[in-house]
């Protein structure tokens, strides 16, 4: 068997530490989408259950005008709808509200999906793609050893990584990519490893600042 190469061991360090942090019932993506889950069942379609759909993680720093928009924009999402896959689903989101400012970045379409995918009877998760966006943009770059990804790509291929990271779904991929190789090398104290990469100061040509845009 060939020798791990340096990324491959910077990969397993970092399922390792995301997985004894997952110890921690309240970390971790799937942690994210229970809570939303549990107040679904408890409250049904609401506002409350809507806006907790766009509103966490990294959207904590979203305008809540834009946030409220997104709530009305969101009123017309068919639960009862059969979708395919997770694919789909994105693409419904999108179409509500993939035109609202701050809100119609890739991360918080993403972030937004996921949570109203897993409140569908049965709950849908991405599994064919690993969504890359911000951190988990320069992470994926890092680990598969690319120099950029093409501008208007947001998702790649699963398969791509399966061979980093064995038995790791979609979701958690991306999450690990974002935690632990958002600023495209692997940071690797287990203590100081942001949950999430947080805000992020506006740059010349970027339209905002929020990381969740």
Same mark, same amino acid.
């Given at each position: 068997?060939?020798?791990?190469?340096?990324?491959?061991?910077? &990969?397993?360090?970092? #399922?390792?530490?995301?997985?004894?942090?997952?110890?921690?019932?309240?970390?971790?993506?799937?942690?994210?989408?229970?809570?939303?889950?549990?107040?679904?069942?408890?409250?049904?379609?609401?506002?409350?259950?809507?806006?907790?759909?766009?509103?966490?993680?990294?959207? $904590?720093?979203? =305008?809540?005008?834009? #946030?409220?928009?997104?709530?009305?924009?969101?009123?017309? +999402?068919?639960?009862?709808?059969? +979708?395919?896959?997770?694919?789909?689903?994105?693409?419904?989101?999108?179409?509500?509200?993939?035109? #609202?400012?701050? &809100?119609?970045? $890739?991360?918080?379409?993403?972030?937004?999906?996921?949570?109203?995918?897993?409140?569908?009877?049965?709950?849908?998760? =991405?599994?064919?793609?690993?969504?890359?966006?911000?951190?988990?943009?320069?992470?994926?770059?890092?680990?598969?050893?690319?120099?950029?990804? !093409?501008?208007?790509?947001?998702?790649?291929?699963?398969?791509? +990584?399966?061979?980093?990271?064995?038995?790791?779904?979609?979701?958690?991929?991306?999450?690990?990519?974002?935690?632990? +190789?958002?600023?495209?090398?692997?940071?690797?104290?287990? !203590?100081?490893?942001?949950?999430? &990469?947080?805000?992020?100061?506006?740059?010349?040509?970027?339209?905002?600042?929020?990381?969740?845009?």
């Amino acid at each position: 068997m060939a020798p791990m190469t340096q990324i491959e061991k910077e &990969v397993r360090a970092a #399922i390792t530490r995301y997985q004894k942090r997952k110890e921690n019932k309240n970390f971790g993506v799937m942690a994210e989408i229970d809570a939303v889950k549990n107040l679904y069942q408890q409250k049904g379609k609401t506002d409350e259950v809507l806006r907790a759909c766009i509103k966490g993680g990294h959207q $904590w720093c979203l =305008p809540n005008a834009r #946030i409220d928009e997104a709530v009305i924009a969101l009123r017309q +999402f068919d639960f009862n709808m059969k +979708f395919n896959n997770f694919e789909e689903v994105y693409d419904s989101v999108k179409k509500l509200i993939g035109q #609202i400012p701050n &809100v119609r970045g $890739w991360l918080t379409l993403y972030d937004t999906t996921r949570r109203l995918a897993y409140l569908l009877n049965p709950s849908i998760i =991405p599994n064919d793609y690993v969504y890359v966006a911000r951190g988990a943009r320069d992470g994926a770059k890092y680990v598969l050893g690319i120099n950029r990804i !093409n501008s208007d790509v947001f998702r790649l291929p699963i398969a791509d +990584f399966q061979k980093l990271f064995p038995g790791i779904s979609s979701m958690e991929i991306e999450d690990i990519l974002c935690i632990y +190789f958002h600023e495209g090398k692997f940071k690797d104290d287990l !203590n100081t490893a942001p949950v999430t &990469v947080g805000c992020r100061k506006k740059k010349p040509g970027r339209k905002s600042g929020c990381c969740g845009c």
